[in-house]
Structures are given as C-alpha cells and as structure tokens.
C-alpha cells in the first residue's frame, strides 16, 4: 500500500459541467500519473507529473487538465464533461527503490457522464 | 508506438491447476515490467516485477520471466486457487521515453 486515496470514488454528472478529481499521497512520492481505464483500450496515460507544478501529457490528455500545487495531491479536471469520458480513472504513484521504478496505483474513481 | 498484448482474454481452470498468462511487446528497449491483479471493481495491485537485465522474479506461488528477444513475459501460477480469480495485468515501462504501456489484461477463474 503505497498511501494512495482517490476522492470522489464515484460520481455522475451532465454532459457538459466540469468534474475534478483528487488523487493524495502521504508518502513524498515525486512521480504521480493519472490514467484511465476503458474495455477494449486498457489503461491509458492521460497526464502525468514529476514534481510541484510540473506536469506534462499522456497519450489521451485532450478535454482534460491537471494541476499539482503541492506534492501530495495531484488533481485531474474534465473542464467540459463529455460521454465519452465516462470511465473508471486510475490514480499511480512512482516509487524508486535502488535505482528501480514500480508503479502503485489507488482504488479507482467511477465516473459516469449522462 | 509500444503495444503490448495479453493472450488469452479470458481463461477457466479447476483448482490445482498449474497455469501460464503471457504478455507479449513489440519493443526491445524495455526498462521493466511489471504484473498486476485487479479485483473488479478495485484498483490494480502490484505482484511482480522485472528490470530488464533480469530473466525472472518469483514471489510464493507467482513466477513471472522475460526474454527481451522474443519480446514476452510470462506470468506462471502454481496450484490455483479460487482465490486467485482476477484479471492478471501486465506493464511494460519503456526505456526511451520512460512511461509504461498495459495491456488489456487477462481474466481468470479459478473454479472449486
């Protein structure tokens, strides 16, 4: 358990409104990624950050943001919510062990856009 | 682009039975990879992972191997148990740009 808590676990919303969502860490963890999960397409990198207010894209980022003010949370916006962004959104943290990397990942946020 | 393949889909064995999950990528230049299970509806945990100057990682009853030249990894469970019912993920971290490629994952049931 790497201490990670995604908030809300489950939302609903209309098209068309913005939704964030929290990722938060208590361990120091520099690297936080945020994917989300769709059948069919597996896990896909949406944003990702490494360190304070220095984030950069994945490889689905379109209609979505992020913001990292502190290193503990990482927060992901749909700024317009759409249908096609109702999925299940994965929070990961990178955690460096003798120069190796592995992921650990929270429990997920259910999102459902009508 | 790095694709990453999980073959079967799905998979149905009775209890006791030794089995083998792959993962297949397209890539050579691997840093890593890494096997997860996801319960449904939960998030994904990490079992296993490999450095790619490795050939295998073992942990209790999962063995998980590489072989960078014939870009796959398999993931071994020894007598399974109904409890080891899940999807079995891989992750396949890429040595040029750093970020990792999943695949779709493969579901098991293991039945009494």
């Known amino acids: 358990d790497a201490g990670i808590t995604q908030s809300p676990r489950h939302k609903v919303t209309e098209t068309g409104t913005p939704v964030t969502l929290r990722c938060h860490q208590t361990?120091?963890?520099?690297?936080m990624y945020w994917y989300r999960q769709d059948p069919g397409h597996g896990l896909r990198l949406i944003h990702y950050?490494?360190?304070?207010?220095?984030?950069d894209k994945g490889e689905v980022s379109d209609g979505y943001s992020v913001s990292r003010s502190k290193t503990e949370d990482f927060l992901l916006t749909l700024e317009s919510a759409t249908s096609s962004q109702t999925s299940v959104y994965f929070c990961?943290?990178?955690?460096?062990?003798?120069?190796?990397?592995?992921?650990?990942f929270g429990p997920g946020t259910r999102l459902t856009v009508t | 682009k790095q694709e990453v393949t999980q073959i079967p889909a799905a998979l149905s064995v009775p209890e006791g039975e030794n089995l083998v999950l792959n993962c297949s990528f397209t890539?050579?230049?691997?840093?890593?990879l890494q096997w997860f299970r996801q319960d449904p509806g939960k998030g994904l945990t990490s079992l296993l992972l490999?450095?790619?100057?490795?050939r295998e990682q073992t942990s209790g009853r999962l063995n998980a191997s590489l072989d960078k030249s014939s870009g796959r990894s398999t993931l071994y469970i020894a007598a399974s148990q109904p409890g080891d019912s899940a999807t079995y993920l891989c992750?396949?971290?890429?040595?040029?740009?750093?970020?990792?490629?999943f695949g779709d994952g493969t579901t098991l049931t293991v039945k009494p």
């Open positions: 490999i450095q790619s100057s490795q």
């Open positions: 990961a943290i990178r955690e460096t062990a003798g120069g190796h990397y592995e992921q650990y």
């Open positions: 950050s490494y360190g304070v207010k220095d984030t």
């Open positions: 361990e120091n963890h520099r690297y």
């Open positions: 890539d050579s230049a691997i840093y890593n």
């Open positions: 992750a396949m971290r890429d040595a040029n740009a750093g970020k990792s490629t």
